[in-house]
């Protein structure tokens, strides 16, 4: 067994144990109610809160932006259209922690496919039969590369990984693109790193579930306000420090000060890096280098509506681009399927998707609109509606999602969750060993938090 089939079975074990134990405390209004302080109202700040609110606890939901969600996020920009701007997917519903929430709060599921795919060439027409097979057997070269580089004595880049373990140099320039394809779909836009910074050790040791992916017919916001029902979440307080030196902790806000017997803290890792809270005392070395070390991604989303639909109607378009052009606009979503609307969903990971977020939203759908024009002819018309994110340059977040930079360890996010004198803790993806960069792991970190703060 290798270390990711090993970590995989384990993260699920541990991942279920959680949310087993999770759901036994909350049944129940605890014998002795504390006041309890939630900073941030992600899922796993909601999840938290809402734990512990139904055990009778004081709680008070610090929430920096003027709107509810994180990094789950629905616009109503387009009234007849809900659209994610942050996490869509729910990964594997059989098992997943978030499919009986969704129940619960009444969603409607769609499911989405891989296996509804077409992939294009570089001159804009579905692949070959021999191109398509080619790529299913570089597919499975691409794997053994990465296998064989878990098991190596020293840790690389998958870039480098790949790259070493099937002779680059030798290969033609046709099976490059398509190698170098891969990595960016299946790991890149994947884990949002670039795949210059990924780990090959550690990127994929997560645990997973089994099952369809879906998306939300109105979007995470109807999982976002089932979670809130009920709550006391405060907008617009944005937390510059937590004093936990004295016989209360201290959380202060642009807006005032604030005080509890515990405080849960659930902001991105990108805040965490940026040092935009101060911490008195100073937080632990093996903290900090968690934080210094782990990884924060770049991934974006592009929308684009239009007024008719040219596309075909397969789930997933793909663009197999030339070297020069790695990772651009290589993964569309058709999305006419699930909203109805002529709207298709452009993703852009690692390097690119950081590198655009300093184009102006003009450049943004321009470049989106040369792969289209590539993939569908000069005809195709113009977007009549756009909506485009930036969340590497958002100040509460500062970057998507958590991967494994090269230099971080599995352990590193067990320090990033350790409490604080059992009265500061944390919560977030970044913070769950077995899922993190998930909307289940940050569900599962926060019903941890509330546990361990309950103690």
């Not at 942050?86 to 009986?100: F, Q």
């Not at 968690?290 to 075909?312: D, E, V």
């Not at 943004?364 to 909506?387: E, N």
């Amino acid at each position: 067994m290798n270390r990711r089939t090993l970590l995989k079975n384990a993260g699920l074990a541990a991942a279920m144990a959680a949310a087993a134990a999770a759901s036994r405390t909350s049944l129940g209004a605890t014998t002795s109610p504390k006041r309890v302080i939630v900073i941030g109202a992600g899922i796993a700040g909601l999840a938290a809160a809402s734990q512990l609110a139904g055990r009778g606890h004081q709680v008070t939901v610090l929430e920096a932006r003027n709107r509810l969600g994180g990094r789950t996020w629905t616009s109503a920009a387009w009234a007849d259209a809900p659209v994610d701007l942050g996490a869509s997917w729910i990964h594997e519903m059989d098992g997943n922690p978030l499919t009986p929430l969704a129940q619960d709060a009444g969603a409607t599921l769609i499911t989405t496919s891989y296996d509804s795919t077409i992939d294009y060439d570089v001159n804009g027409r579905p692949i070959s039969a021999t191109r398509a097979a080619r790529l299913a057997e570089l597919k499975d070269e691409h794997d053994w590369a990465i296998r064989q580089g878990q098991n190596d004595a020293i840790d690389r880049s998958v870039r480098n990984t790949v790259e070493s373990q099937l002779d680059w140099a030798s290969l033609e320039t046709a099976d490059q693109e398509l190698l170098a394809f891969i990595t960016n779909s299946t790991v890149e836009q994947e884990y949002a790193g670039s795949r210059n910074d990924l780990s090959t050790y550690w990127f994929d040791s997560m645990g997973g579930y089994n099952g369809e992916d879906a998306v939300f017919e109105d979007g995470y916001r109807t999982l976002v306000n089932h979670l809130t029902r009920g709550l006391n979440v405060q907008l617009g307080q944005v937390v510059s420090a937590i004093d936990s030196s004295t016989a209360a902790v201290k959380v202060t806000t642009n807006k005032g000060s604030f005080s509890a017997d515990r405080v849960i803290l659930t902001v991105p890792l990108g805040v965490l890096k940026k040092g935009s809270i101060k911490f008195t005392p100073a937080l632990p070395t093996k903290k900090t280098t968690a934080i210094s070390k782990l990884g924060m991604g770049h991934f974006n989303k592009c929308y684009l509506r239009f007024p008719t639909q040219f596309w075909p109607q397969e789930d997933w378009l793909e663009y197999i681009p030339p070297l020069s052009q790695h990772g651009q606009w290589s993964q569309w979503l058709n999305l006419a399927r699930l909203t109805g609307q002529p709207i298709l969903l452009g993703f852009n990971a690692g390097d690119f998707g950081g590198q655009i977020e300093a184009w102006s939203d003009a450049q943004i759908v321009a470049g989106a609109m040369t792969r289209l024009k590539q993939m569908f002819g000069s005809g195709i018309p113009d977007p009549i509606g756009f909506q485009i994110t930036r969340w590497s340059q958002d100040p509460y977040s500062y970057g998507a999602y958590s991967f494994y930079k090269l230099g971080s360890k599995p352990a590193m996010r067990d320090d990033l969750a350790a409490p604080i004198s059992n009265r500061v803790f944390f919560a977030g993806e970044a913070t769950h060993r077995q899922m993190f960069a998930t909307v289940h792991g940050a569900l599962l970190s926060g019903q941890r938090a509330a546990t361990q703060a309950e103690a």
